[in-house]
């Protein structure tokens, strides 16, 4: 049998266009927890949650997008930002008939409890060895999976690779978290200096292995559409990353771009904007929003 990870391969659809609206209305966090995908210092002055609320409403002019993800942080004892953010955007969502996804942290369905995200679909955490020394995931955590999953949520786990995550997370461990999870995906840090090598990943994949023999599962556990195949051949995605094309990101300063972690394309003046934005740079010039993938510097091996 095969072991090679599985990477999800681009299904060509019908409709031109971005599928997935990304909002990241909001970089306001108390956490701080390092890597941070978002480069505060690569903002402008960040846009009021209305602004956004009008995004979805123009996007129902585009006739390819389906979903709205959308991206929160955890507030300071002082801020109602991304609750805010969370209540006024889903119930947009909701009046337009699109699907609602939050990408979250755990730490918000615990204060808020789960019946903040009834109007969601999908909920996503991140586990990192910053969040999750030793990779021990609290009880709570596995109780606010069930409750999400109960209120008709699907649940998925980022794992953000460290060489700490390489090296603590075995087969069992993933195994139960493949039983508790609908989807885990492996991602890679963006913006920083990775402390493994690609040696250090190679060895991961191999040990992990039997995961890829579980039929039941194959398809539970997707790698990062990031990990290009000139680092490792087996990865099934081409260079260019495909999936961009897919989605087109909100960020806070009301920039563009195909990738969250990538320079916008434009910046919309007005939500209003979004629409025709979408129609020029994904339908008549999609060269022009190509993603410039940040790099991925690994450690030199040994």
């Known amino acids: 049998m095969d072991n090679r990870p599985f990477s999800r391969p681009v299904v060509a659809t019908m409709t031109v266009g971005p599928r997935i609206l990304c909002l990241h209305p909001t970089t306001e966090c108390s956490e701080g927890s390092p890597p941070c995908y978002l480069r505060r210092d690569a903002y402008d002055v960040e846009r009021s949650i209305e602004f956004f609320q009008d995004v979805v409403r123009d996007a129902q002019a585009c006739d390819s997008i389906r979903e709205v993800v959308l991206s929160i942080n955890v507030d300071s004892e002082d801020s109602t930002s991304n609750r805010d953010a969370l209540r006024k955007i889903s119930s947009v969502v909701r009046d337009t008939g ?88 492996l991602r890679i840090p963006k913006h920083v200096r990775l402390d493994f090598t690609r040696a250090d990943m190679l060895a991961f994949f191999d040990r992990i292995s039997p995961i890829w023999e579980s039929a039941e599962k194959f398809f539970h556990l997707h790698v990062d559409s990031c990990i290009k195949p000139e680092m490792f051949p087996w990865n099934l995605l081409t260079t260019g990353c495909e999936e961009a094309a897919n989605l087109v990101n909100v960020l806070p300063d009301g920039g563009l771009a195909q990738c969250a972690l990538d320079d916008p394309f434009v910046r919309l003046a007005s939500a209003d904007e979004f629409s025709a934005a979408v129609s020029k740079f994904y339908i008549d010039e999609p060269d022009s929003a190509r993603p410039t993938c940040p790099e991925i510097e690994f450690l030199p091996n040994p």
């Not at 918000?108 to 679909?121: H, S, Y």
């Not at 995931?137 to 953000?160: D, H, K």
Request: aromatic share 8%; proline share 3%; charged share 25%.
């Open 98 to 185: 699109m699907r609602m996804g939050v990408t979250t942290d755990y730490e918000n369905v615990r204060k808020w409890g789960a019946a903040e995200f009834a109007a969601c679909q999908s909920v996503t955490f991140t586990v990192d060895e910053h969040r999750f020394p030793s990779l021990r995931l609290p009880t709570e955590v596995l109780e606010q999976i069930t409750q999400l999953q109960s209120e008709g949520c699907r649940v998925n786990l980022n794992l953000l690779l460290s060489k700490a995550m390489l090296e603590s997370l075995m087969v069992p461990r993933l195994k139960r978290w493949l039983g508790i999870a609908d989807q885990i995906y």
